[in-house]
């Protein structure tokens, strides 16, 4: 992406003595980990376009501790909740939009009772709202128009908090053809990185859950495999490299569809 | 003499309720070992879920074939047990089948319940065709093996027998039968005891009226050592179950406290406590054995129907790993028992028996294949929540045993140190933006 990036922080919204109508949360994964980056800069370009009113806490940013308490460690979750909530609600945020549903979910219901009250939306539900709202617009005639695609549902989106409609509208303004895997929605079948298991190997057993998810995937033949999360982002992308189909198949974010749909 | 099978009848009536109670009050008193957790909150969305999901089996029929059937079991377990009613007044008071004086309806009612029987026997079968010939990989699973696995036969040959007694008894009842009326599946039981005599007809009658009854009392005592006990207490489940978004995961109040109390600059640490407040143990953080686990956890256990659909949905034991969350159901049922009777056999008072959940029934590598992605929480019929118990256990096995796995605790410290799980300087978190 070779294009100037317009990404302000809170600070110098603050410094301007401005409030911007959206907080767009990076996550951890978003920040540092490469192959998610490129979603961040993919929804950042969305916004941009769409000419939203948006900051970033930057390095004021810190993990919002959901795997830590995945794994047990409610200290250091609530550490971290408590970090965050005193740098949100310093600059007085009051919306939220987040490419990481592990970000969404933990801020979104497990920060309220800590003092962290918010609206939080997952970028598919926010990019939803741009489209309806005519701030961004998607040519009929695009790149992915009647390519195969199958969505993985991310749990913290999915079972977690029930967002199932808001990424397949999104590729429904796509027209792309939407084929979905058999166990999907409710019953998806996760992608292995959940519950801090993205940073430990797995424990015995006969095969990884990434490579199963993989294979319901591929049933469905699709050019494209696209989800909501940069940890499925991964994993779907190691199991399709472990099915040697990376040449055929390409895992995107249903945000890296829409930005690089023109 | 006369009035001998009255007073037997009542005699067996008694008992066999007195039993049943005495085993509720245990039970009740087990699930209370439990912590306290509120859940006093929304009681019309709570009778709600019960309505719908314990009543109106909504999630059973997400799986078409055992959710029709085992309607039909269902439906007709409780609507032929109208049946007992009569039962119970003609045992006592040595009438013969007192409502037949209503007329007409009850013929409606009998029939309805000889067409139901003959309904509940074939769907039984078919359960077992599909447990034991079919051989459903999640009847078929390691934690399935001796008393779980009979205790699912049992039930069935229980049904069985119930269904063909109630079916014999209305063959063999003469007086039934010349009525004509109800009799829609029991006429054609009849011819197989043409030629006995009407001696014979009432001695078979007689029996199986009683075999019924007994039969009934004995399934009733049953409940409380099988999976059987779902029938009951799917109701309080599905009303206590969890009604926030199955992603949150509850905070620890008594972390909240401490948390709080670290970041608040005025607080001195080293302040006596104020007059009066008590200074209690610390709270231990999350659970090794059941009495760490709330009340309603522990009610989970008892519910849980070992029907196997969370686990046959659960991406670790799909994919081999050793976790199974009905096996987590299933063990915390077992130990709580274990502590009921450690319980009565010690005058009412807990002996530490060297054992804990934790360790002696479910192992840390169950714990830690766990992916925490609702999906055994969503399979649930009766919506057990097998996460949150993982959850506590992870949470002692970390707080207060710093027993994660080594890559676990690289990456919290990475949090702790640069407030991202990986290694990477919070300064740097923005530098995406000019790569
Ligand atoms: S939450 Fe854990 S136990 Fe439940 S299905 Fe997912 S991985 Fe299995
Ligand atoms: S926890 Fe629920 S789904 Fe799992 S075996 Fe028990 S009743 Fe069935």
Redesign the pocket.
């Known amino acids: 992406m070779s294009e100037v990036l317009n990404v302000p922080t809170m600070a110098e919204c603050m410094a301007e003595g401005r409030q911007p109508e959206i907080l767009f949360w990076v996550g951890s994964a978003g920040s540092y980990d490469d192959r998610a980056k490129k979603i961040t800069k993919a929804f950042v370009k969305i916004l941009n376009k769409a000419n939203v009113d948006f900051a970033v806490l930057g390095t004021e940013e810190s993990c919002t501790g959901d795997v830590a308490k995945r794994a047990g460690n409610e200290f250091l979750f609530q550490m971290q909740a408590v970090t965050n909530i005193e740098v949100l609600n310093a600059y007085q945020v009051k919306r939220i939009v987040t490419a990481c549903p592990h970000s969404y979910n933990t801020l979104k219901n497990e920060y309220p009772q800590l003092g962290g009250q918010y609206k939080v939306q997952h970028h598919t539900e926010f990019i939803n709202e741009l489209i309806k709202s005519g701030r961004l617009t998607i040519e009929g005639e695009n790149t992915f128009k009647g390519k195969r695609v199958t969505f993985h549902d991310p749990?913290y989106l999915g079972r977690a908090n029930e967002v199932y409609e808001a990424p397949r509208a999104l590729l429904q303004t796509l027209g792309v053809e939407l084929v979905e895997m058999k166990r999907h929605r409710k019953t998806a079948l996760?992608c292995g990185a959940?519950?801090a298991q993205m940073f430990k190997e797995p424990e015995k057993g006969d095969k990884d859950i990434n490579v199963l998810r993989t294979e319901d995937a591929l049933q469905t033949q699709p050019n494209i495999i696209a989800t909501g999360c940069p940890y499925c982002n991964t994993m779907m992308t190691d199991g399709v490299k472990a099915k040697e189909k990376e040449n055929e198949i390409t895992v995107l974010d249903v945000a890296e569809l829409i930005a690089n749909a023109q | 003499m006369e009035y001998l099978p009255n007073i037997l009848f009542a005699i067996i009536l008694v008992a066999g309720i007195g039993y049943f109670a005495k085993n509720v009050k245990k039970l009740i008193r087990n699930i209370k070992l439990g912590r306290d957790v509120d859940v006093s909150d929304n009681k019309s969305e709570r009778f709600k879920n019960m309505a719908m999901i314990a009543l109106g089996q909504s999630k059973m029929v997400r799986r078409p074939i055992a959710g029709i059937l085992h309607i039909i079991v269902y439906l007709g377990f409780i609507i032929i047990n109208i049946e007992v009613l009569e039962i119970i007044i003609d045992g006592l008071f040595g009438t013969h089948r007192i409502f037949s004086g209503i007329g007409a309806t009850y013929g409606v009612l009998i029939g309805t319940f000889e067409v139901l029987a003959l309904l509940v026997f074939v769907a039984v079968i078919i359960f077992w065709i599909r447990r034991n010939v079919i051989k459903l990989k999640r009847f078929w699973k390691s934690e399935m093996t001796a008393w779980p696995k009979n205790d699912g036969n049992f039930i069935l040959y229980f049904e069985m027998v119930l269904m063909t007694l109630f079916l014999v008894m209305n063959a063999t009842d003469v007086h039934f039968q010349t009525m004509n009326s109800g009799n829609v599946i029991s006429q054609f039981i009849v011819p197989w005891f043409n030629g006995l005599s009407e001696g014979t007809l009432h001695l078979i009658e007689r029996s199986t009226w009683w075999l019924h009854i007994v039969g009934i009392l004995v399934f009733l005592n049953y409940l409380y050592f099988s999976k059987h006990l779902h029938i009951l207490l799917a109701f309080p489940n599905t009303y206590y179950a969890k009604l926030t978004p199955k992603g949150q995961l509850n905070n620890l109040e008594s972390v909240t406290k401490e948390v709080k109390m670290m970041m608040d600059p005025n607080v001195d640490p080293f302040a006596a406590p104020p007059e009066g407040a008590e200074a209690a143990m610390p709270e231990k953080f999350g659970a090794s054995d059941v009495q760490d686990l709330n009340w309603v956890q522990l009610l989970n256990a008892y519910t849980c129907t070992e029907c196997g659909r969370?686990?046959s949905?659960?991406?670790?034991?799909l994919t081999g790993k050793k976790?199974?969350?009905r096996k987590?159901m299933m063990d915390t049922r077992d130990r709580l028992e274990e502590v009921g009777k450690n319980i009565d056999a010690n005058g009412g008072e807990f002996k530490d028996d060297g054992k804990q959940l934790l360790g002696d029934y479910i192992s840390n590598e169950e714990l830690w294949?766990?992916?925490?992605?609702?999906?055994?929480?969503e399979?649930c019929p009766v919506s057990i929540d097998?996460?949150s118990i993982?959850l506590e256990m992870r949470r002692y096995l970390v707080m207060e045993q710093s027993a994660a796995p080594t890559e676990l605790n690289t990456m919290m410290t990475n949090i702790e140190n640069n407030g991202a799980p990986w290694p990477y300087n919070q300064m740097d978190r923005l530098n995406w933006k000019d790569e």
């Open positions: 749990c996760c959940g519950g | 969370c686990t949905e659960c991406p670790a034991n976790l199974s969350p987590i294949a766990c992916t925490t992605c609702n999906a055994c929480v399979a097998p996460l993982i």
